[in-house]
């Protein structure tokens, strides 16, 4: 009896570890099987987190190109890109100039600030004359027809006005308008401040040069006794930059008052006194022409400078 109880436990004790160990294969079966897919799973999940992520930045890239697209400007072509060829200053030609030949000189900028384009008539005797805004161009050719808007001459007057090439070379043209009746012939390029050395007398510019150049040249300060506008200082400026002759005056409290280019001068025989013709550089006086007298003191420590352009100078400045 116990002999056969013992071989009966053995057997089922036999068959429960088969069994156990099938189960347990199983069970080891099924987690790798889980663990294959959960792995599978957080791989799908990633390539779409990237794919997400990767969609994200193209949509904020082409979000961020419309935006930009956006706030720039579209305009319609209205020709106006065609003044570039006459963006240089030009002056007048003697034969078309009036006014007991006065010099006038027309040129077409760009204000980058506006995205416009202007047209600047100015004058020798008169300083700047017109500032117009030009909204429109029409090209027929060598002609051109610019519709302005007056800003300065006679302000909010709409007018047009006609230019057109006179030489194959593209470096004079005509301007002609009803407006003021503003009509004449201009050469562009440097004669616009040389005046072809027919508005002065320019033989005499080496002597002009070379008394400037021993007796003035430099920055120098006004004395006391000639200070006006509250006791203001004002400096006194002749220099020579590329071979040409500038004139600046500057006070402590209103900064440029005057900026000119010296075209030529004559010197008296006892070398004392220089008369001066020169050019405006600033507005509202551009190219407006006046004649500056300097004379120097017969200690030779100081020199006077005198002239009726912009209603008057005249200032003593210490020699340093």
Do not use: C
Not at 195 to 202: I, L, N, S
């Amino acid at each position: 009896m116990n002999r056969q109880t013992n071989d009966h436990f053995r057997k089922n004790s036999q068959s429960n570890k088969g069994l156990i160990m099938t189960i347990g294969t199983i069970i080891i079966g099924l987690l790798l099987v889980i663990l294959i897919l959960v792995m599978a799973g957080n791989s799908q999940e990633t390539k779409k987190q990237t794919q997400a992520s990767n969609s994200s930045r193209t949509t904020t890239s082409v979000k961020a190109s419309s935006a930009k697209e956006k706030t720039t400007p579209i305009r319609i072509s209205d020709g106006t890109a065609s003044l570039a060829a006459f963006s240089d200053n030009a002056v007048e030609d003697p034969e078309t100039r009036t006014n007991s030949g006065d010099v006038t000189y027309s040129q077409f900028y760009y204000d980058h600030g506006n995205r416009r384009w202007y047209w600047l008539f100015s004058s020798s005797k008169r300083g700047q004359v017109e500032n117009a805004m030009v909204s429109r161009v029409v090209k027929n050719g060598s002609d051109y027809l610019v519709y302005l808007t007056s800003e300065l001459y006679q302000p909010g007057t709409r007018y047009h006005l006609d230019v057109n090439w006179l030489n194959h070379t593209h470096t004079m043209y005509r301007v002609n308008t009803a407006f003021k009746n503003i009509s004449g012939n201009y050469t562009i390029g440097d004669a616009a401040l040389a005046d072809y050395g027919q508005t002065y007398d320019a033989s005499t510019t080496v002597t002009a040069n070379d008394w400037l150049k021993a007796t003035v040249v430099g920055d120098n300060e006004e004395m006391s006794e000639t200070r006006t506008n509250g006791g203001e200082v004002t400096d006194s400026d002749f220099s020579k930059i590329d071979g040409n002759w500038y004139w600046t005056l500057t006070g402590s409290k209103q900064g440029t008052i005057v900026e000119a280019q010296i075209t030529s001068g004559s010197i008296s025989d006892d070398t004392r006194v220089a008369h001066l013709n020169a050019t405006s550089l600033g507005y509202p006086n551009f190219h407006q022409h006046f004649t500056l007298s300097v004379t120097m003191a017969d200690s030779g420590s100081y020199y006077i400078v005198q002239s009726n352009f912009k209603n008057g100078i005249y200032g003593k400045y210490r020699i340093d």
